[in-house]
């Protein structure tokens, strides 16, 4: 997290503006990143237990498989969220 503040600093060079709006942007593209990657992660691991589960479990359904998979990327989302406001709350500076 030190490092999106450091990364901002040397792109804004001394602007406190500009400094702010980098480290919201590079908070919200690493946030992204990590929503992405996680979210195929996921994805692809439901994936599997689905496959091979699925002959033992023929009663579930396919609507049981789509709330299991909303709610793990409903979690996600608020994880990443909550990294991505302390990242940015940790880097954002009013005075010089």
Do not use: Q
């Amino acid at each position: 997290m030190e490092r999106i503040g450091i990364a901002a600093s040397k792109i804004a060079k001394g602007n406190l503006f500009l400094y702010n709006f980098y480290v919201i942007i590079i908070s919200v593209l690493v946030a992204l990143l990590l929503f992405l990657l996680a979210g195929i992660t996921v994805f692809l691991g439901l994936l599997v237990i689905r496959l091979a589960l699925g002959p033992f479990l023929v009663s579930m359904g396919r609507h049981l498989w789509d709330v299991i998979f909303s709610l793990s990327l409903i979690f996600l989302a608020v994880v990443v969220t909550l990294f991505s406001l302390f990242a940015v709350l940790k880097n954002l500076k009013f005075k010089k």
